[in-house]
């Protein structure tokens, strides 16, 4: 009876993994493709250091999860996108938002909870939505954003046009209850969603060795029979190329795939996350390696397609960029008190 469960085991993997696409080659980028990467990327690491300060300065309250090191997943991913495509991820969404051309200064006045902010100043850094930018949150319960990105699927399936659900979500979420429940629906109805991974290898502090028996996490869909890819997450051409390969296999009708993007985060789980559950010549040994922006630098370098002070250039329309965002987030007003009985029912 064993020996009948182990083959049926194995025939429903071997056909949930037949004509399962293969871990693409890294694109081969242009210099425009790399110029824009490097912005992009760059932009999200100042960013995310200018909020580090302001929290600890006071300026922003409550939670605060960096995306410090992780830059390459959102902005590889960006690049493979048309118009209309959905973006929906976890409570580590700064630089999401970014990606997906939200301003900086709505951005970093959610986080100091000002009028201006992008939810009006009441959502804070795990809560900021733009239906027009198409990106429907942060959400702050683990796991919770899983369900509603397959939802924007079954939106897109349901209206017959062609974009997909870029749903994100971590190793530690990837073992709740609801993604195995969005994956058989999705699966079910082959809804046109990519469920991307980040596995930035400790969750909210405990190793994936520790906490996850099934370590490799593009399989874990393989009895849904949904396919998967690793995808090396610190390299943003191999996030592009991934990223392309997703987005074909849902836009042709094939239903959804996990990108598992091997990342890594270079800051604790939180503001409040001391990471005394790693040591710091791992972390540095990641950040001389395989950061994402060191990367691009290089080869901008080594094509002689910039120049040391073009670099610094646009670092320093990044850095300004930054700095305005501050500001603006700093004395901009707090909300008006009746905006706390806005926004708390939709009339239909």
Sequence with gaps: MASAARKSSAKAKSEATAGTPKTPKPAEFSKEQELRAYRDMLLIRRFEEKAGQLYGMGFIGGFCHLYIGQEAVVTGLKMSLIEGDQMITAYRDHGHMLAMDMSPRGVMAE????????????????HMFSKEKNFYG??????????L???L????????????SLTFFGDGAANQGQVYESFNMASLWKLPVIYVIENNR???????????AETDFSQRGVSFRIPGIQVDGMDVRAVKAAGDLATDWCRSGKGPIILE???????GHSMSDPAKYRSKDEVQKMRSEHDPIEQVKARLAEKKWASEDELKAIDKDVRDIVADSAEFAQ?????????LYTDIYVES
């Design 202 to 212: 400790y969750a909210m502090g405990t190793s994936v060795q520790r906490s996850s």
């Design 331 to 339: 004395s901009d007003p707090e909300p008006d008190a009746s905006e």
């Design 111 to 126: 986080l100091t909870g000002r009028r201006g902010g992008l939810s009006k100043g009441k959502g804070g850094s795990m």
């Design 138 to 147: 942060g959400h702050g319960i683990v796991g919770a954003q899983v369900s």
């Design 261 to 267: 993007m091997q990342t890594y985060r270079y800051r």
């Design 153 to 164: 699927a079954f939106a897109n399936k349901y209206r017959g046009n062609q974009n997909v």
């Design 149 to 151: 990105g397959t939802g």
